[in-house]
C-alpha cells in the first residue's frame, strides 16, 4: 500500500516491531516442548542468537561464554580486541566517560592501528574455548585482512557495515568482488545489513549462507538522524524472507539464513522478528546489559568512534542481570530484557509452534502502539 507524501512522492508503508503483535492459535504447547535450535551451514546452535560484533557486547571471553550457552559469538575484529594488547583498561575508561567528550575521545582511541597478530591470537583464544569461532569484518577492511582472518581459524566470517551490496561502486578504488571473495572462501560467509528485497536478493546470489538484515536501527545508532536513513525491521525482515523464498526457487533449494540484526533489544523483538520469517537474530543491546558484558553497562556500535562522522552513541542501558540469566533466566525484571529463551519458548508454546522454522508461519497483525 502506497501513501501519497506530496504530488511528487508515493511511499510505502513499513512497519516497526512495535506496530506488530503474534496472534495465538487453536492450539497450545508446554515451553518444555519446543525446540529454539538453528543451524548454518554444519554448524549447530541451541538457541538462535549471534552476539553482535560490538566492544560492548562481545570479548573473546564472552563469545566463549556465548557459544558455551548454545548461541554464537561473533568477535569484532576492528576493534579494541585487536588494536591494543590489553584493552581492558580502555574499556573501563570509554564507560567512564563524560558524555559531553566521549565521541572525541573514542575516536582517539579507535585510531590506533589494527595488529594483525591480535587478529589471530584472539580468535585462537576462542578456538581454545571449545566453541565455533566467527569474526566480523566491514567490507573497506575485509580485503586487507581476511587471509590473516582465515589463516587463523574461523568457522564463520562475518562481512558487516551499516549496508552492504553486491554492486558497490567508487571511482578511487577497486571495491570487494563479494561473489568472487565468497566462492574463493573455504568458510561460509555471512554478509548484510541489508533491508530490502532486491538488496538481499543480490547478497544472496553472490554465495552468501546468511543475510543479516537492518540498517541504523539499533539502540546506539543515529543514522536516521545522521543520515536520513531507516529501514523499520518488521518490514525489513519481511522482505528479505521473501527474497530467500524466491532465491531458493531461482537456485534450485540453496537456503539462505535471515538474520535479524539491529532493533531487536527485548525479548518481544526477538519473537517479531523469528514471526516475520527470521531464522536467527544478532543481539547488540540485548547482550550489552549483561552484568559480564564488556560496556560495563554501555553501549556503543563502529558507527559511533567514525573518524569523520560519527552516526552512532555511546548509551548507558544498564546491568541487569549476568549474561546466562539474560538468557535462560530467572528474569529480575518483567520488561523483556532477560530470560530472552524462556520467553522465547513461552511465546512460541503459547502459538502453537514446535520449533522455529514452523514458527515463521504464525499468524501477525499490526498493532502500533507506544508501549513496549
Not at 512522492?9 to 504447547?29: E, H, L, M, Q
Not at 526477538?270 to 546489559?289: C, E, H, N, Q, T
Amino acid at each position: 500500500m502506497e501513501i501519497e507524501i506530496g504530488r511528487a512522492k508515493r511511499a510505502r508503508r513499513a512497519y516497526a516491531f512495535d506496530d506488530i503483535a503474534v496472534v495465538p492459535s487453536r492450539r497450545t504447547r508446554n515451553p518444555e516442548d519446543v525446540s529454539t535450535s538453528w543451524s548454518i551451514d554444519a554448524f549447530g546452535f541451541e538457541i538462535p542468537v549471534l552476539g553482535a560484533p560490538m566492544d560492548s557486547v562481545m570479548s573473546p571471553q564472552t563469545a566463549i561464554m556465548l557459544g558455551r550457552l548454545g548461541g554464537l559469538g561473533v568477535l569484532d575484529l576492528e576493534g579494541l580486541w585487536t588494536r591494543y594488547d590489553d584493552p581492558e583498561p580502555l574499556l573501563a575508561e570509554i564507560a567512564s566517560l563524560p558524555a559531553e567528550i566521549a565521541t572525541r575521545r573514542m575516536q582517539e582511541i579507535y585510531a590506533a592501528p589494527i595488529k594483525p597478530e591480535l587478529v589471530r591470537d584472539r580468535l585462537a583464544e576462542i578456538r581454545e574455548g571449545g566453541v565455533t569461532v566467527a569474526g566480523a569484518l566491514t567490507p573497506q577492511r575485509t580485503q586487507e585482512l581476511y587471509e590473516t582472518v582465515v589463516a587463523a581459524g574461523v568457522d564463520l566470517f562475518v562481512i558487516r557495515g551499516t549496508t552492504v551490496s553486491a554492486e558497490h561502486v567508487s571511482s578511487d578504488a577497486a571495491p570487494l568482488n563479494l561473489k568472487k571473495f565468497i566462492y574463493d572462501l573455504d568458510v561460509p560467509v555471512i554478509v548484510g545489513g541489508a533491508s530490502t528485497y532486491t538488496a538481499a536478493l543480490h547478497l544472496m546470489r553472490t554465495g552468501a549462507a546468511g543475510v543479516l538484515v537492518g540498517f541504523g536501527g539499533g539502540a546506539a545508532s543515529t543514522t536516521r538522524a545522521t543520515l536520513g536513513v531507516h529501514a523499520p525491521l518488521a518490514t525489513a525482515v519481511a522482505d528479505v524472507a521473501g527474497a530467500r523464498r524466491d532465491y531458493l526457487d531461482e537456485s534450485g533449494g540453496r537456503y539462505v539464513h535471515v538474520i535479524a540484526d539491529g532493533g531487536v533489544g527485548t525479548s518481544g523483538d526477538i519473537v517479531k522478528a523469528l514471526a516475520m520469517g527470521a531464522d536467527a537474530v544478532m543481539l547488540g543491546v540485548a547482550l550489552a546489559r549483561a552484568i559480564d558484558a564488556p560496556g560495563r553497562g554501555f553501549h556503543w556500535g563502529p558507527e559511533a568512534h567514525h573518524p569523520k562522522l560519527p552516526r552512532g552513541r555511546r548509551v548507558e542501558v544498564g546491568q541487569v542481570a549476568p549474561l546466562e540469566e539474560i538468557l535462560y533466566g530467572p528474569a529480575p525484571v518483567a520488561d523483556g530484557t532477560a530470560n530472552l529463551i524462556g520467553a522465547l519458548r513461552k511465546s512460541m508454546a503459547t502459538t502453537g509452534y514446535s520449533d522455529l522454522k514452523e514458527f515463521q508461519r504464525v499468524e501477525v497483525v499490526v498493532a502500533p502502539y507506544s508501549a513496549h
